[in-house]
C-alpha cells in the first residue's frame, strides 16, 4: 500500500510529465509514448503569440476583448470576462456573490482543490456533499438534506467533462434564494439540455492550463448569463478603476470606485486563445472519438466495473479524460496499474487523488466523517484516469486498453 504521501507525488510526477511534454506538432507517428496531456500548439498559434510581441501592446489590448467576444460565440451566448487562471475566477465569483465568514457553501466533495479554496479564501464554510458512482459528479439527492439557513450558494464541478442535470440544481437554488457557481474548468463543450454549462448558474469558470481542452499556457475565463454580474467583476478584476486604459481621455487619469484585484490576462495568452478557440471544434470531435473507442475497448475487460460517462443523451460530455474505475476486489492494486502503465510509455493520472474533506488542511479544518464521502474515496482509490486528448489516435486507444488489459490479467 502506498501513503498518501507517496500517492500524491505521484499526480505531481504525472503533471510533470504532463508539462514536459509542451511542444509543437503532435509525434504519435513518430513514437508510442502516450503523455496523459499535450497542448496542441501549431505555427498559427506562435504567429498569433508572435504579432502581439511584434506590437506594443502586452496588455489591457484589443486581444483579450477579441478573445472574450469568440469564446462567448463559441459557448453560445453569456458575457465573458478573461481572467488570470480558473482559481481566479472562482475567486472572483465567491467575492462578486459576497460570501461572508459564517456563510455555508454546498460543494462536492470531489473537485479540483480550488473549488473549495475559493469559498475558504471568502472566509466561508464549505459544506461537502458525495458523488454519484457513475458520473463522478454531485449526488443532487443529497444537496437538500446539507441546506441550513445560513447555505448561501451551491459551487460545483461538471465532473471530468460531465454534466451535472443544472436544472434540478437551479430550482433547489431558486426555492431557497441561493446563488450558483459553476466550475467548468473541464468542460469547455459540455453541454446539458442544448445549453452550454456555465450559462446555467450565476456565474461559470473555465481554465485554460497546458493540459486543458484548449491553453493559454495559464489563464482563464469568467462567463455569466448576466451582463451587470460579468461587467462588475470585470471591473473589480481590474483594480476597480473605473475606466479601461482605452477609454481613458486623459492617458494615465482615473479614479478608483472600489477595493480590487488583478486578476487580468495578458494579450499573449488572448491572442494564444483566440487562435486556440478556433480549434475547439476539431480538438472535441478527437477526443470524443477516442474516448468511444477506448470505452468500448474497455467494456471488454472484466476488472474494470464501469467507465464514468453521461448517463443521458440530454448530457453531453466534453471528454476531457476517460475514468476507468476497477472492480471491487481490484482496486487495491490501482497505484500498481498505475505505475505499470506508466513505465509502459502510457501516461495516467487520478482525477482527484482525494475527495477534498480528506486533503490535510481541510481534514484538520472540518474533520468530515468518511462515511461523508464514500463515492468519492472509491472514486480517488479505486479509479484510473487515461488519455484521449488530441494529441492521440484510436490505434493509441488500442494500444492502451491492450496494454491495461494484460497488467490486470497478470496481478
Ligand atoms: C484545473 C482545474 C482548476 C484550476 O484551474 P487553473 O486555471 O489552474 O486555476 C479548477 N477546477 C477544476 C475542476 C480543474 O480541473
Redesign the pocket.
Known amino acids: 500500500m502506498l501513503t498518501l504521501n507517496e500517492k500524491t507525488n505521484l499526480s505531481e510526477k504525472a503533471i510533470l510529465s504532463d508539462q514536459k511534454a509542451s511542444c509543437s506538432e503532435i509525434p504519435h507517428e513518430i513514437s508510442r509514448e502516450i503523455p496523459f496531456g499535450r497542448p496542441w500548439i501549431d505555427e498559427a498559434d506562435k504567429q498569433a503569440v508572435l504579432e502581439v510581441l511584434n506590437g506594443h501592446v502586452l496588455t489591457h489590448g484589443p486581444k483579450c476583448k477579441e478573445f472574450e467576444t469568440k469564446f462567448s460565440n463559441f459557448v453560445g451566448g453569456g458575457t465573458a470576462v478573461s481572467t488570470?487562471?480558473?482559481?481566479?475566477?472562482?475567486h472572483l465569483a465567491a467575492l462578486h456573490i459576497g460570501l461572508k465568514p459564517g456563510d455555508e457553501v454546498i460543494v462536492p466533495a470531489q473537485?479540483?482543490?480550488?473549488?473549495v479554496h475559493a469559498i475558504e479564501l471568502v472566509g466561508a464554510t464549505p459544506v461537502f456533499v458525495d458523488c454519484e458512482l457513475r458520473t463522478g459528479n454531485i449526488d443532487i439527492a443529497q444537496i437538500e438534506t446539507k441546506i441550513t439557513n445560513k447555505t448561501k450558494a451551491i459551487f460545483l464541478?461538471?465532473?471530468?467533462g460531465i454534466p451535472v442535470a443544472m436544472d434540478k440544481i437551479n430550482s433547489i437554488a431558486k426555492a431557497r434564494n441561493l446563488k450558483v457557481v459553476e466550475?467548468?474548468?473541464?468542460?469547455i463543450g459540455t453541454i446539458y439540455k442544448g445549453k452550454h454549462v456555465g450559462l446555467w448558474g450565476d456565474v461559470g469558470?473555465?481554465?485554460?492550463?497546458p493540459?486543458?481542452h484548449m491553453t493559454t499556457g495559464?489563464?482563464?475565463m469568467l462567463i455569466s448569463k448576466d451582463e451587470k454580474t460579468a461587467r462588475d467583476i470585470a471591473h473589480f478584476r481590474a483594480f476597480s478603476v473605473d475606466r479601461t486604459f482605452s477609454e481613458r481621455k486623459i492617458p494615465g487619469v482615473y479614479d478608483v470606485t472600489g477595493v480590487g484585484l488583478n486578476y487580468r490576462m495578458s494579450e499573449m495568452q488572448a491572442a494564444l486563445g483566440c487562435s486556440q478557440v478556433a480549434k475547439l471544434p476539431e480538438i472535441l470531435e478527437r477526443r470524443k472519438r477516442n474516448f468511444l473507442r477506448l470505452k468500448e475497448a474497455l467494456s471488454k475487460i472484466p476488472q474494470i466495473d464501469h467507465v464514468l460517462d453521461s448517463p443521458h443523451p440530454d448530457f453531453i460530455n466534453s471528454h476531457?479524460c476517460l475514468i476507468a474505475v476497477l472492480s471491487e476486489e481490484n482496486q487495491k492494486n490501482r497505484n500498481d496499474v498505475i505505475m505499470q502503465l506508466t513505465e509502459q510509455g502510457i501516461g495516467c493520472s487520478v482525477?482527484?487523488p482525494q475527495p477534498v474533506p480528506r486533503m490535510k488542511y481541510y481534514r484538520d479544518k472540518y474533520k468530515t466523517s468518511p462515511e461523508e464521502y464514500k463515492n468519492a474515496s472509491c472514486i480517488s482509490d479505486g479509479s484510473l484516469a487515461l488519455p484521449v486528448g488530441p494529441h492521440l489516435n484510436e490505434e493509441d486507444m488500442s494500444l492502451i486498453a491492450r496494454t491495461l488489459n494484460k497488467i490486470l490479467n497478470q496481478l
Open positions: 488570470s487562471s480558473c482559481m481566479a475566477s472562482l473537485t479540483h482543490v480550488a473549488t464541478v461538471h465532473y471530468a466550475d467548468c474548468a473541464l468542460a469558470c473555465f481554465s485554460f492550463y493540459v486543458k495559464e489563464g482563464g476531457y482525477y482527484y
